[in-house]
Structure formats: C-alpha cells, structure tokens
C-alpha cells in the first residue's frame, strides 16, 4: 500500500458524476485491514463489512457469479482462499506456489470460470511478469508464460492489475511504463493500448461488470498521492474518473476489487 501523506487530503480536481444506479463491489482496505463493500460508480462511502486479521488479500475474483464467496491470494501466505463477502470468514483452499515475489491480480473468465492470475518477481535486470491459471478447487498452478511486449527496456514490466471481459479478452496495467495494456491470455503476450497519464503505483485493482459493460478501476494515482476510481474504455484506454476513493481525512486504498 501506499505512504500515508502527513494526514493532508490532495484531490486531483472534478470528476464525473455517478453511473446510473449503483454498482456493489467488494474489496479489501489497508486502512482499516476489512473486507468492505462500496459502490463502484460512486466510492466516496465505504462499508466496512468485517476485520480480516493479519490476511492481506492482494487479489480477488468470483467465480461462477457466486457473490457471496470472494476468491483472493493472501500476499503475504501465497494461499488461495474464499472470503464470505456477509461475515468475513476465511477458507483456505491451499498454497498458489509462485517462484516470484507476489501475486498481483486475479480474474475469472466467466465462460469457463478459469481464474487467470498474474505476479511479479524483481532481478538486476528490472521487474517480471508472469500470467497463470490457479485451480480454484485445489489453489495448484500452471504457469502460460511471461508477460512480453510491453514495459521499459531498463525497468522491466509489473503488471499490477488484471481483468478479462466475457467474451475472453484480458487486459492489465504495468506500473512500470503506467500504460494499459491487453494481454493474450494463451501465451502473455502484451500490447499496449495506451497511457493512463499519470504515475500508477502501490496496490491497483480491475474488474468487469459482466452485466452493464463498465471496466472498473481503483487506482492509486501518485502524481496526486490518492486512491481513485476510474472506468477505462478498453479500447482507447481513454479514462473517466468517477471519484476519489473514500472521504476526508483520507481516501483508503483498496485491493482485490
């Protein structure tokens, strides 16, 4: 997650107005160490829903459009586990074996409840990405590949956030060029569609509305040191911001969105 800014709130000017009606989402706040709900098209209100301990759960999909059950890898662990989205309680599936650092998304493909995952691992020669599928009975891996074709040249590629859409298409944001990028969810390979405009960094989440269309996005942007919510048009990556993320004093961070 990202530094605290010495208690002071930076916004990053006006924002678009509410979708119409609300998008209930789920995800998990550093701030307050919760799973919490909130509505996606207007995130200024965050519900707290229940303390999760010392799990810290870096990613998160549903499967099979069971809401009441949150899949999510704990960051710290590498377990694949299931959150009761109404009490909080945890069920470990077993461990997501990962020869890097994290995990850093999670998505489901809804045709065929694959749950595609990413992480990263960091060498002299920059960060890596790597694209996986994690079986949600078991929590065993198969690694697909290495995320190529996007990145710096120096610095590697992070991908920090994941979605696949119901027709199959994936794609990601690499914190290290802070681009938007759509990934081939067979082999890893990745192209960029464009710029998000501004310094991407720390915990980053995506996800479908599999029934309204919108691709969500809760940023922390830190050119403005604020966690924010966008909707992004796959495909121009043209971005709408729809709110910042929580009230005054602070705006929380939120994963597994």
């Given at each position: 997650?990202?530094?605290?800014?010495?208690?002071?709130?930076?916004?990053?000017?006006?924002?678009?107005?509410?979708?119409?009606?609300?998008?209930?989402?789920?995800?998990?706040?550093?701030?307050?160490?919760?799973?919490?709900?909130?509505?996606?098209?207007?995130?200024?209100?965050?519900?707290?829903?229940?303390?999760?301990?010392?799990?810290?759960?870096?990613?998160?999909?549903?499967?099979?459009?069971?809401?009441?059950?949150?899949?999510?890898?704990?960051?710290?662990?590498?377990?694949?586990?299931?959150?009761?989205?109404?009490?909080?309680?945890?069920?470990?599936?077993?461990?997501?074996?990962?020869?890097?650092?994290?995990?850093?998304?999670?998505?489901?493909?809804?045709?065929t409840t694959t749950l595609y995952v990413v992480t990263y691992s960091r060498s002299r020669g920059g960060f890596t990405s790597n694209l996986y599928t994690v079986d949600p009975v078991t929590a065993a891996t198969s690694r697909i590949g290495p995320i190529t074709g996007i990145g710096d040249p120096d610095s590697g590629t992070l991908v920090g956030a994941l979605a696949v859409d119901s027709s199959g298409l994936m794609y990601g944001i690499d914190l290290v060029a802070d681009d938007f990028v759509a990934i081939d969810?067979?082999?890893?390979?990745?192209?960029?569609?464009?710029?998000?405009?501004?310094?991407?960094?720390?915990?980053?989440?995506?996800?479908?509305?599999?029934?309204?269309?919108?691709?969500?996005?809760?940023?922390?942007?830190?050119?403005?040191g604020e966690a924010e919510i966008y909707t992004i048009d796959p495909a121009s990556s043209a971005l709408n911001l729809l709110s910042p993320i929580g009230a005054d004093p602070f705006n929380p961070q939120i994963d597994a969105f």
């Open positions: 997650p990202a530094p605290r800014r010495n208690g002071v709130k930076v916004t990053s000017g006006h924002f678009q107005p509410a979708l119409d009606g609300p998008i209930t989402a789920f995800a998990f706040d550093f701030d307050s160490t919760s799973l919490v709900t909130l509505d996606a098209a207007d995130p200024a209100t965050i519900q707290p829903l229940a303390n999760l301990g010392d799990l810290t759960p870096t990613a998160g999909a549903f499967v099979d459009e069971d809401f009441s059950k949150l899949y999510a890898i704990d960051f710290r662990r590498f377990h694949l586990l299931t959150i009761d989205t109404t009490t909080g309680a945890s069920t470990v599936i077993g461990t997501a074996d990962s020869p890097g650092l994290g995990w850093t998304g999670l998505s489901c493909y809804a045709s969810k067979t082999t890893g390979a990745a192209q960029v569609i464009g710029s998000l405009g501004f310094d991407a960094n720390y915990a980053q989440a995506m996800a479908f509305d599999d029934y309204t269309g919108p691709l969500d996005y809760a940023a922390f942007n830190n050119s403005v």
